[in-house]
């Protein structure tokens, strides 16, 4: 469970400690991921901590064989690590934009890496990306991280279509609108979402992890949540442009035309 510190990746990680599994947590601040742990085995789960920035590959090629040691090969990968701004193109530094890629995207290429090979011998085993809305419907003043989850989103498909009859599956969970401490850290991106979006009530991380916890016992290839969000994205598919019109129409507007 990569980004296992806060918000939706802890919640996962004692979700699935609590049906019995053992919770395999990674986050870049030691003392964080530690303490999600410490959490979940004073309530009788079973918890391994690692701290590891996931979008670094060295660092994850380093903690993969301690991982392999301690639990062996993993039965699932969950990819929920992510951050970024929501900012127009032009105004994004190209470090910042490196940064958005790093994670979700290289985050889940390297962690996904490092143990595919092994689920692929064994002939089992289950990937979940954790995405967004904005992979499949985009809006205007995010382009450094629609872009980031669109790679995603093209990850999975990639990766789906790499292994099929290996016995190895790929899922996405894609969550709407989640109340994490994401908007904390990025003020004023709340009313930069399109109006459509904000008709979908706020998900907890409690909410969004029971969410992924379902699609790993149906090994679900592809799950939207919350239901309103699932209705406004299979519209999505079929009237592409008139929701991208109601999408563009409604988010934020360029610095210039305010």
């Known amino acids: 469970m990569t980004g296992a510190s806060s918000g939706i990746g802890a919640a996962t990680a004692r979700a699935v400690a609590r049906k019995g599994a053992t919770a395999v947590l990674l986050a870049r601040t030691q003392a964080k991921v530690e303490a999600v742990a410490a959490e979940i085995t004073a309530e009788g789960g079973r918890a391994h901590a690692y701290a590891v920035d996931c979008a670094n590959w060295e660092a994850v090629d380093a903690v993969a064989p301690r991982i392999e040691a301690d639990i062996g090969i993993p039965d699932v990968i969950v990819n929920n690590a992510g951050a970024g701004r929501h900012l127009f193109f032009e105004e994004t530094d190209p470090r910042e934009l490196?940064?958005?890629?790093?994670?979700?995207?290289?985050?889940?290429?390297?962690?996904?890496?490092?143990?595919?090979?092994?689920?692929?011998?064994?002939?089992?085993?289950?990937?979940v990306m954790v995405n967004a809305p904005i992979a499949f419907v985009p809006w205007q003043g995010a382009a450094g991280y629609g872009a980031a989850r669109w790679a995603l989103r093209g990850l999975s498909e990639a990766l789906r279509a790499d292994l099929r009859g290996s016995g190895v599956s790929v899922g996405q969970v894609v969550a709407g609108k989640v109340a994490s401490g994401y908007f904390e850290h990025n003020p004023g991106v709340e009313r930069q979402l399109p109006w459509i979006g904000r008709l979908t009530k706020t998900l907890s991380p409690d909410d969004v992890a029971g969410t992924i916890v379902g699609a790993i016992e149906r090994e679900r290839r592809f799950v939207v949540t919350p239901s309103t969000m699932a209705v406004m994205m299979r519209v999505a598919v079929h009237f592409q442009r008139l929701v991208a019109s109601v999408v563009q129409r409604t988010g934020v507007s360029r610095p210039d035309q305010t």
């Open 98 to 127: 490196a940064e958005m890629m790093d994670a979700p995207f290289f985050a889940a290429v390297y962690m996904t890496r490092a143990f595919l090979p092994a689920m692929i011998e064994r002939g089992s085993g289950y990937i």
